[in-house]
Each structure stands twice: as structure tokens, then as C-alpha cells.
């Protein structure tokens, strides 16, 4: 594994609404590797673009006290009960600043995939060493994540962008956001175009390493539906959602959790 400072990208120019740094991981692939999901860039709106974004099933319960997905650290960020993170991770992304030394980092946002079939989801789902990972993480079965999901209009309508503070609430990325020469786009507009070049070309790759960034917290109340891979999990997170006084739609897909080349899930 590199070390944070040689991941650390540089800071970012507030000016430019996408920066580049160096050249980003190519995406894994493999003989039965899945399509990137969603691909249908023609047909569906940007606002409409379903984001992503996976945690420990133990986890859950203290997103819902919260009321809220946290980013990895500000005045919300709490210890998860399973850290998938790993610690070199957590500094990589605590380094890179969107926009300048003195704006928040990566780690000041909630982070978000473009697709169920993202890299760093795949390599927990088929258990591969990956050092943005905790081992915790990748030696867990797939079956033990709820995935939940929303939209970027939901999170836009959260920051309009109509002040200026909340014009860097939402960055988007073409690639790991710690990674150098990763694109970013760091203003509402540059984040929005940036959304479309990743999504207009699906054969490259790029969806499944691009992030969806969201400063601070995301409400849960924001969530759309939690994906689970069984019915033994629906029930599980059902019981758990119970108390909670969230409503939010458990929908069971086993497909978003087999890893690429798998064909079968168990639990």
C-alpha cells in the first residue's frame, strides 16, 4: 500500500470547476464481468441517476439515530460499528482538499456510487484485497451490507446552490477521489457536466470508479430504498428500520451483491 503522502493529491483551484491529477486505476474487469449500471444516459436525466452508497448492516441502527449517512469526519462522523474504510483510506481522502489548503477535504463528504456494480463494492463482494479496505470488510460476506439508495435530484434539491457556500456541496468525480489526475468537478456547474461525460461513455469504465459527493450529512429521510441480497436480511433491516419511524422500502436483489463473475449468492 502507498503511503498518504504519496496518494495526497494537491489542493484544488476554487476557479476551475474540474482539476486534474494523475492517471486514475483502470476499472477491473473479467471474462463475466457485469455491464456498468445504469447506462442509459440518453434516456434518463441527470436528476434522475440513482446513487449509491454501502454500509455494514450493523451500521445501520446508528444511521438512523442520526437520522443521517455522516461524512468520515466533521462535526457528525462517528466510529461506524463495522469500518470498511481502511486507515490509509481515511487519510488519502482526509488530504485532498476540493478546493483549495483551506477547504474541506474528501473525507468531509458522504460518499456515493454511480453504479451497484462500483469497483470498491465489487472487490467486497468477491473478497479481494484492496487497500481502501479494511479486511473486516472484504473477508465479510456480501449478504452482511444493505446498500441504500437515492437520487442526484434529491441531493441537489438539499443544496440548491443558489448561495455560495453550498456551491461545492455537491462534487462529482470520474474516478477514486483519492487518486492524482481524478477529475473533479468542484462547482455545481463543473459537477454537473462531469456527471454527463461519465455517464455518456459507459463502455469506458468510468461509472463504476466515479463518486458522487455530498458535503456533510445525507438525511436519511433523502433514502429511496435499501437494497439487501435475501429475505432473511429484508426482515433483519425491516425490524431494525421499525422503531425508527422510517418508512423506507426494503427491496431484496441479489444481483448487486454476486461479484462479477458469480452467478449464485448464499444466505
Given at each position: 500500500m502507498s503511503n498518504p503522502s504519496q496518494r495526497a493529491s494537491k489542493a484544488r483551484e476554487r476557479v476551475a470547476p474540474t482539476t486534474l491529477r494523475t492517471a486514475p486505476v483502470a476499472p477491473k474487469t473479467s471474462a463475466g464481468a457485469k455491464a456498468a449500471a445504469p447506462v442509459r444516459s440518453a434516456a434518463v436525466k441527470v436528476g434522475d441517476q440513482r446513487i449509491y452508497h454501502v454500509t455494514h448492516i450493523k451500521n445501520l441502527a446508528d444511521i438512523l439515530v442520526s437520522g443521517a449517512v455522516n461524512a468520515m469526519q466533521g462535526a457528525t462522523a462517528t466510529t461506524p460499528v463495522v469500518d470498511i474504510s481502511s486507515e490509509g483510506n481515511r487519510a488519502w481522502r482526509a488530504s485532498t482538499h476540493i478546493a483549495g489548503d483551506d477547504s474541506a477535504s474528501v473525507a468531509d463528504y458522504v460518499p456515493f456510487f454511480l453504479s451497484p456494480d462500483a469497483s470498491v463494492w465489487e472487490s467486497i463482494r468477491s473478497g479481494a484485497i484492496d487497500p481502501r479496505l479494511t479486511t473486516t470488510a472484504t473477508d465479510a460476506a456480501a449478504?452482511?451490507?444493505?446498500?441504500?439508495?437515492?437520487?442526484?435530484?434529491?441531493?441537489?434539491?438539499?443544496?440548491?446552490?443558489?448561495?455560495?457556500?453550498?456551491?461545492?456541496?455537491?462534487?462529482?468525480?470520474?474516478?477514486?477521489?483519492?487518486?492524482?489526475?481524478?477529475?473533479?468537478?468542484?462547482?455545481?456547474?463543473?459537477?454537473?457536466?462531469?456527471?454527463?461525460?461519465?455517464?455518456?461513455?459507459?463502455?469506458?469504465?468510468?461509472?463504476?470508479?466515479?463518486?458522487?459527493?455530498?458535503?456533510?450529512?445525507?438525511?436519511?429521510?433523502?433514502?429511496?430504498?435499501?437494497?439487501?441480497?435475501?429475505?432473511?436480511?429484508?426482515?433483519?433491516?425491516?425490524?431494525?428500520?421499525?422503531?425508527?419511524?422510517?418508512?423506507?422500502?426494503?427491496?431484496?436483489?441479489?444481483?448487486?451483491?454476486?461479484?462479477?463473475?458469480?452467478?449464485?449468492?448464499?444466505?
Open positions: 449478504a452482511d451490507f444493505v446498500i441504500l439508495v437515492s437520487a442526484v435530484k434529491n441531493a441537489t434539491a438539499l443544496h440548491p446552490g443558489d448561495v455560495p457556500e453550498d456551491d461545492t456541496a455537491i462534487v462529482v468525480t470520474d474516478a477514486d477521489a483519492a487518486l492524482e489526475r481524478t477529475r473533479f468537478g468542484a462547482t455545481r456547474d463543473g459537477a454537473e457536466r462531469l456527471l454527463h461525460t461519465v455517464r455518456s461513455n459507459p463502455a469506458s469504465g468510468a461509472i463504476l470508479e466515479a463518486e458522487f459527493l455530498v458535503h456533510g450529512t445525507f438525511p436519511f429521510d433523502q433514502i429511496m430504498l435499501i437494497g439487501v441480497a435475501n429475505d432473511r436480511v429484508r426482515d433483519t433491516v425491516k425490524g431494525i428500520l421499525k422503531p425508527s419511524g422510517f418508512r423506507t422500502k426494503v427491496a431484496v436483489y441479489p444481483p448487486w451483491f454476486l461479484p462479477s463473475d458469480d452467478d449464485s449468492l448464499d444466505g
